[in-house]
């Protein structure tokens, strides 16, 4: 376990040495969206019977999350792969599960430690209740463990900052605003309500949410399967990915 702690310590400091970057930078960009989409619609607009600051906050917290879950685990990778010190990492007898877990729980840790932050700033714009402390720990964790996952896979397949980017710019991004942060999916034409049903982002936003007010617009259960359904099949690709050494070894 010496050389999980190792790996897992070395890419937590590398985003907490910069947390100007890595840490305050999403917070202020959250409080940006909540200052924006809360002051002009908040008075005019209710969802699930609260106010849409106390809607927005919980999915402003959500999104800082996934973003920056993702966001560590893609640029480690892609930062050794091109600065060539990734065979110091390739090189120490470390089994794919150490590297795995390594990898995933700093992404972990920074995408909660920017969630929390979030929600530190943007709490008191809002009476929030928390009806369900389980799901919304639960579906933190888990959704933040989906991101680092993910991640990882993209971080081992990219070979270049700009598939980074563009996968990021591309798939990430849309797939968090368009699930939900900024609005309710019931407020949709039909179509755009069956499309947002497969954006697994969704689930993850609308079950976290679920845990402030016992509101949502599926049920929070069927979210949390769907959830863990797309992490255990996420997990299985990072795993073949790590132990065949695809783009690490050759």
Partial sequence: MIGFRTLLYK?????????TQTITAPIMTAMM????????LEGHVKVHGVTYMAFLIP????????????????SSLIQSKITGNLVFIMLPP??????????VL???V????????VFVVTAWFAHLSFSAPLWI????????FVLGTMGLIVGIWAEKFDQLAGFQNFVIVPATFLSGVFYSINSLPPIWQTISHFNPFFYMIDGFRYGFSEQSDV??????VIVTIFLVALTAVAMQMLRSGYKLRH
């Fill in 94 to 103: 470390l089994s794919h599960w150490e590297m795995f877990f390594a990898y």
């Fill in 219 to 224: 049920d929070p259960v069927r979210s949390l």
């Fill in 11 to 19: 890419e937590v400091l590398r985003f907490w040495k910069v947390a």
């Fill in 33 to 40: 969206y909540l200052l924006i989409f809360g002051q002009a």
């Fill in 106 to 108: 700093a992404a972990v």
């Fill in 137 to 144: 720990a639960l579906f933190a964790l888990m959704s933040a």
């Fill in 110 to 117: 920074r995408g909660l430690a920017v969630g929390l932050g």
């Fill in 59 to 74: 999915g402003l917290v959500m999104m800082s999350v996934l973003q920056n879950a993702f966001a560590n685990a893609s």
